[in-house]
């Protein structure tokens, strides 16, 4: 689904199986954000394949943060020349988590390893240019993306429509997340592009949105 010019997104919208939204920012180098599951990027394939491309066109792929329903697939990408990036706090709690990692899910830690950490300020990528946010509370190293160009907002397990990501996480923090929340609040937006579920289109409806996790849901964070 294109949201804006540059911007197309690849909803996930099965209601019995986990796994993330995908969104393509397009340019003289794409990047690809959450590439979800491993064992479903056939839903990504089949996205990009909608638009011509294919994995090899992809210059930079980011993970808003390392939950693996976000990052699994990312091997792929790299295998076909990809760049990958995160932030640093989750490449801590990845080597720390690493003896349970390699026993559930059979993945060396350091296979997991991107090329360059995401840090807060300007990222320029080709003709794009996105602001990166240090958002904790999902996961310490969890990222915000805006793109202030088009006014999108990629927020991860941040924010959700009506809702916010879960604290309980290795790593997660309630009073964490609220801070996170509220530093965006003041971004120029017209869509909020989440990791699950459905957009928020319009400055209405995402002042709304905010409103309604400050009256609603905070106090039981």
């Not at 995908?22 to 491993?38: M, V």
């Not at 491309?53 to 076909?80: N, Q, W, Y």
Request: charged share 25%.
């Amino acid at each position: 689904m294109q949201i804006t010019p540059s911007v197309h997104a690849f909803f996930w919208e099965s209601m019995t199986e986990n796994n993330c939204n995908t969104y393509l920012i397009d340019g003289k180098k794409k990047i690809l954000i959450d590439p979800g599951h491993l064992h479903r990027i056939d839903h990504v394939e089949r996205g990009l394949s909608s638009l011509g491309l294919g994995m090899g066109d992809i210059h930079l792929v980011i993970c808003t943060h390392a939950h693996p329903d976000h990052m699994e697939g990312v091997s792929p990408f790299r295998k076909a020349g990809a760049l990958f990036a995160f932030h640093e706090k989750e490449w801590e709690l990845i080597q720390a988590m690493s003896q349970y990692i390699e026993a559930g899910y059979g993945v060396k830690a350091d296979a997991l390893a991107p090329e360059f950490f995401l840090t807060e300020g300007t990222l320029a990528v080709g003709d794009q240019k996105l602001e990166v946010f240090h958002t904790p509370g999902h996961s310490p190293g969890s990222v915000c993306l805006y793109l202030p160009s088009e006014k999108v907002l990629f927020t991860g397990d941040l924010i959700f429509k009506e809702g916010l990501g879960r604290t309980d996480l290795p790593g997660g923090s309630g009073d964490e997340i609220k801070e996170s929340i509220r530093k965006l609040q003041g971004l120029d937006v017209e869509f909020l592009l989440s990791g699950h579920g459905e957009m928020l289109a319009g400055k209405e409806e995402i002042r709304a949105n905010y409103d309604f996790l400050d009256r609603y849901v905070f106090s039981y964070v």
